[in-house]
């Protein structure tokens, strides 16, 4: 090969470095804070548990303080809703206005006109917009093209699972105090890790045969430099050993550590398919 | 009318002319570009081939840029060029990440010198005040639209009169770069396309792009 190669991106798979690296790592946050707001959320509204929808409208705050965070220029932040019909970074801020002012009115309505029509409405409305702030950040990442791994449709499916595994973890955290109801979200949880685990499966098994790129970033998260994050805090912090506590153990401070484990390991998530995406090499080289 | 490029990959010799007027013309600050010269061997020996390409923004007529910019910062002008409005990005640099071309950059550095530690340069601190650009937002290539346009207001053909054409295609030593109107079936980049078989860079992500390659 020539000597002079100013730019290595444009001959080999290239990692993106804007998303994970300085500032970038806010977005594997943001994504994360995204998820489990909108999942615990929608976990909460099925246990009817004021806390937790309490909990999801703070954490959906930090979801957008994290986005504008990342921003450059955070002051021109509400600019980031002008292009909806497009953009789903748009889609995702208007979700999460929308989600902070809903909630907040039905949290309201709960507390002071509980069982009434009203409520009902504002609670499915909540509910819309909660799902919505979930999803949001898969489609962000779903949509770039240009990085094979992220370009899936499974990406969105997996974040909404994954924000619900973390919302039923912080519920169950939550409502240690009320033992029937934490014992339920404990099952739940067990359910949801499994079909978060599966999930995981299936979109590293697509992208090792849907391009070379997303083969080459899927290697990376299997054995390359983000297999430690991915095998020790995403697979075995967050899935593995938290379905094993929550099979065998049921005091309290076992099921808290499981579901700090399971949140540790939904970042880490994040974390990881970010870091892994890579670019196609712009030039021939073979 | 859309502007379009066509390179004869032949007749680039990897010069980096084109980098350095477009340096010079937009005042760039270091460690930014808005056009590079790519060079890669293909082959093995002793059937070798070494591959220039000659790229920049592609001003792509499906631009995902375009699409995924939340502020309607990038968008894309009547003539087919895709623009920032510096003072409408907030720098979230999804544009970036969803460039399949990798065509974008990130000014971040706003003290940045071209000799770091010795004071900024007579020409930089001209560039300061003629063309400044904004510290935290994205940049990319624009086709050199302040030449095509006073060129147009002063009835100049670009692609044809010097003046009205992007610094990049005037300052080519071998006439490699070639720019006119895609839209107009006459025009010379269109006959080089037709007769040439001219192809745009990674026409796999169907953004079709407005710059053409040939050999």
């Not at chain 1, 045969?209 to 697979?235: C, N, P, Q």
């Not at chain 2, 950059?105 to 063309?131: C, N, R, V, W």
């Not at chain 2, 037709?194 to 796999?204: I, L, M, T």
Request: one cysteine or more; charged letters at 15%.
């Amino acid at each position: 090969m020539i000597g002079t190669r100013p730019y290595d991106f444009m001959v080999k798979y290239t990692p993106q470095r804007d998303w994970i690296e300085g500032h970038g790592i806010l977005i594997a946050f943001a994504l994360f804070f995204g998820g489990i707001a909108g999942g615990l959320y929608l976990v909460s509204l099925y246990y009817d548990s004021m806390w937790g929808m309490f909990i999801a409208w703070i954490l959906a705050m930090v979801t957008g303080l994290t986005d504008m965070a990342h921003l450059s220029k955070p002051m021109r932040f509400w600019r980031m809703m002008l292009k909806p019909k497009t953009s789903w970074i748009s889609r995702g801020f208007i979700f999460i206005w929308l989600f902070l002012g809903v909630a907040a009115i039905q949290m309201a309505i709960s507390y002071w006109a509980d069982g009434t029509a009203i409520e009902t409405v504002f609670k499915v409305l909540g509910g819309i917009m909660a799902f919505g702030v979930a999803i949001y950040s898969g489609f962000v990442v779903g949509y770039v093209g240009a990085i094979k791994l992220w370009n899936s449709a499974i990406i969105p499916i997996l974040f909404v699972i994954a924000g619900v595994a973390g919302g039923l973890a912080l519920l169950m955290v939550i409502s240690l105090g009320n033992s029937s109801l934490s014992t339920d979200v404990a099952v739940a949880l067990r359910v949801a890790l499994i079909a978060y685990a599966v999930c995981v499966a299936i979109y590293l098994w697509m992208a090792t045969y849907e391009s070379t790129a997303a083969r080459d970033s899927a290697m990376r998260i299997l054995k390359g430099g983000v297999a430690s994050v991915f095998w020790l805090l995403v697979i075995l912090l967050g899935i593995a050993v938290p379905i094993i506590m929550l099979f065998a153990a049921s005091s309290s401070a076992v099921l808290i550590i499981a579901g700090i484990m399971v949140i540790i390991g939904g970042v880490a998530l994040r974390y990881s398919i970010l870091k892994a995406g890579v670019y196609s090499p712009l030039v021939p080289t073979e | 009318m859309r502007w379009g490029m066509v390179i004869e990959q032949k007749r680039c010799i990897g010069c980096n002319a084109c980098v350095l007027a477009c340096k010079a013309e937009h005042f760039l600050p270091p460690e930014i570009l808005w056009n590079r010269v790519l060079i890669s061997e293909t082959g093995k020996y002793p059937t070798v081939n070494k591959v220039i390409y000659n790229v920049r923004c592609n001003q792509c007529a499906e631009p995902k840029c375009v699409d995924v910019c939340p502020t309607g910062a990038t968008r894309q002008r009547e003539d087919g060029i895709v623009i920032i409005e510096e003072d409408e990005c907030v720098g979230c640099r999804y544009c970036m990440i969803a460039c399949p071309y990798q065509a974008r950059s990130f000014y971040e550095d706003g003290d940045a010198e071209y000799f770091p530690g010795q004071g900024l340069t007579e020409h930089e601190k001209i560039g300061k005040t003629l063309y400044p650009h904004e510290v935290g937002v994205v940049q990319k290539c624009g086709f050199c639209k302040e030449r095509i346009d006073e060129g147009l207001a002063k009835g100049l053909k670009p692609g044809v009169d010097r003046e009205a054409s992007p610094a990049c295609v005037i300052s080519c030593p071998t006439k490699a770069m070639h720019f006119g109107d895609l839209d107009d079936p006459y025009s010379e980049i269109n006959r080089l396309i037709k007769e040439k078989k001219g192809k745009p860079f990674h026409p796999e992500y169907d953004t079709q792009a407005s710059i053409y390659y040939i050999d």
